[in-house]
Each structure stands twice: as structure tokens, then as C-alpha cells.
């Protein structure tokens, strides 16, 4: 359409009229558009904002609950310490009780308990010295395992020359951890073998690992 045929079609008023109108139209289904355009992100932001605060809802609830379990957990582990505590000191005074009973009783009757004596001190009644080989094992060493039978070979007693006797005892380290303290010796590996004498140590054996040996050895070492 040329510049003259326009300028001919806006010379008449009806046409100009059917242009604004349309015009107008128009603008009305764009403004519409838009509107519906502008609803629909508005609630598709209204959904995403729901959704957020849901999740940090569930979020804060789970948080919420791991804290009330850790809380049940600290307060259940509070709960046996408790319990534990006063069983030990339930204990402690059954036992303290027991011994002032006891001692009450000694009292009344004008006894007194034996002095303690190490087994493996001199016995003042025969006058000869107390002679004492020990083994210090372990149930998880396979030298003590082999060895055991060879030890068990020696008895419960080794007959001396001179008439005395020596105790043949073994320690399980595992069972009695602080075997070796209460002797009064250090132990560094299994299995370990010492001599004493009323309670001392006297020497180490570090020989063949066989009765026949071993026997010997004690031997010549108790005199």
C-alpha cells in the first residue's frame, strides 16, 4: 500500500474510527496478556518461595529432632554413668561394711588377721631358702603354646640336691596383666623364664626350651 492510497484512507472519518477501535482492541488483548503474563510469574514465585520455606521447614525439623536424639543419647549416657557410679559405691560401702563387721568381730574376740607374707619368701620355719621358677606366657604367643608341654614336664616341684625343693608356677599375662609387677620384674617378651630366691630375682633362663635343660639349670643355680 503506497503513501497516497494511506493518506486517502485516513480522509475518511469512518476509517479513522475502525482504526482507533482496532487500535484499541488491540492494546486491550496486549494489556490482558501481559496481566496474565505478570499472574503466572507471580505465582510460580509464590510456589517457589513456598517450596523454599517448606524445605528449610524440613530442614529445621530434622535438625530439631537430631538435636532431641542427641539430647535422649548425652541424657542416656548421663543415666548409666549415674547408675554406674552408685553401683561402684554400693560396692565400696558393702565392702567397707564388711570389713568393719569383720573387724568388730576381731575385736570382740581379741583376734587379729595373719600378716600378709609373699609366697615366695623364706620360710623362717624350715631355715632353708625359698626357690621359685616362674613362667611368664601369653595364650596368643605360639612359642609359649609349643612350649607348654615341655614346662609341664617340670611339675608342680623341682627335688634339689641339697634336699630343698623349687616351686615350678607359670603366670598367664593376659589373664594377670600385672604379673610381672607383682614379682617385681619386667618382662619383655614370651615366653619368660625367672628364678628366685625368698622372693627375688636371682636369674633369667634363656636356654634350650626343653625340661631336661631347664631342669639343670635350676639345679645349678639353687644353692
Known amino acids: 500500500m503506497s503513501f497516497t492510497n494511506i493518506k486517502s484512507f485516513f480522509k475518511n472519518r469512518e476509517n479513522v474510527l475502525i482504526f482507533v477501535l482496532f487500535s484499541i482492541i488491540c492494546l486491550l488483548l496486549l494489556r490482558m496478556y501481559l496481566l496474565k503474563t505478570e499472574s503466572f510469574m507471580d505465582s510460580n514465585n509464590v510456589n517457589n ?45 558393702v565392702n ?30 624350715s631355715g632353708k631358702p625359698k626357690f621359685t621358677i616362674v613362667l611368664f ?48 620384674i619386667k618382662v619383655d617378651g614370651f615366653p619368660h623364664m625367672s628364678l628366685f630366691k625368698d622372693g627375688k630375682e636371682i636369674d633369667t633362663y634363656e636356654g634350650p626350651r626343653q625340661s631336661s635343660s631347664i631342669l639343670s639349670w635350676t639345679k645349678s643355680k639353687c644353692k
Open 49 to 93: 518461595a513456598n517450596n523454599a520455606n517448606n524445605a528449610n521447614n524440613a530442614n529445621n525439623i530434622n535438625n530439631a529432632n537430631k538435636v532431641n536424639n542427641a539430647n535422649k543419647v548425652n541424657n542416656a549416657n548421663n543415666a548409666n554413668n549415674v547408675n554406674n557410679a552408685n553401683n561402684v559405691n554400693n560396692a565400696n560401702n
Open 96 to 125: 567397707n561394711k564388711r570389713t568393719e563387721m569383720i573387724k568388730k568381730i576381731l575385736n570382740k574376740n581379741k583376734l587379729s588377721l595373719p600378716p600378709l607374707k609373699h609366697p615366695d619368701k623364706r620360710d623362717h620355719s
Open 137 to 184: 606366657w601369653a595364650p596368643w604367643c605360639p612359642h609359649c603354646t609349643s612350649f607348654k608341654p615341655e614346662w609341664h614336664k617340670l611339675g608342680k616341684h623341682i627335688k634339689l640336691d641339697n634336699g630343698n625343693v623349687c616351686e615350678v608356677k607359670d603366670e598367664n599375662c593376659v589373664v594377670n596383666r600385672n604379673a610381672p609387677q607383682k614379682y617385681g
